[in-house]
């Protein structure tokens, strides 16, 4: 007999199979309350319509964001979202990503690593630096080291207080490496001792003896300057 063939139906899956960009992902080393994101794609690389259905990962301090599900791809079509890695303790981390569909390979797994490492933290030396006395009207400078230890540390930004000190000697952000170490310069600089007065101050009080010019009751003319 005659052979025969079937065309595709166009149908949700009819053969087409869903493609993940980057078969495993690995974030590297990241610090613990860091956050390290990798892009990832799929692709409906078959002829038919595809719709996922379940996007969702696994393991420690593993997540994604920017898809939404149920998504329909045509052919040819493509995603693009984000997987997170944000450890909440260190060492090493293994998960999946799991996309659920009705493309021909119904059960896409893309594999994840990274290792969380200690955050970094910063010493000050001296912890406490002390001006001493300083005469008004003078300044005196003083410096101190920062020094980052487990892992590297940025500084976004350093402020005093007080106008009377300020501080110098480093750019912010600041990215510290790990036993390494920059140096602030801190300054002094004590005001003169003053006081300001206006002519309010100066003047007498009008009503601290308004009871010797009026009476309870008295009907007084006079001009209304604000309200």
Known sequence: GWGTSQADSGQAGGGAAIVASAPAIGFGSVAEGGTQTKAETLTNGG?????ISSVSTSG???GQN???TPITLDSGASITFNLLFDPETSGAA???LTVLSDASNPILTVGLTGTGTESG???LSPANPSFGAVNVGSSKTMTAALTASGNAVTVSSATTTSSEFT???MSFPATIAAGTKRVLHFAIRSHQQRISL???QLATDPWSDIDAHFRIGD????NVTRL
Request: aromatic share 4%; hydrophobic share 35%; charged share 5%.
């Open 198 to 200: 206006g002519m309010k």
């Open 121 to 123: 933290s910063l010493a």
């Open 60 to 62: 420690p301090g593993f």
């Open 167 to 169: 501080l110098s000697g």
């Open 47 to 51: 002829q038919s319509t595809i719709t």
């Open 66 to 68: 920017g898809i939404s």
């Open 219 to 222: 009907v007084v003319m006079g």
């Open 94 to 96: 293994t998960g999946s």
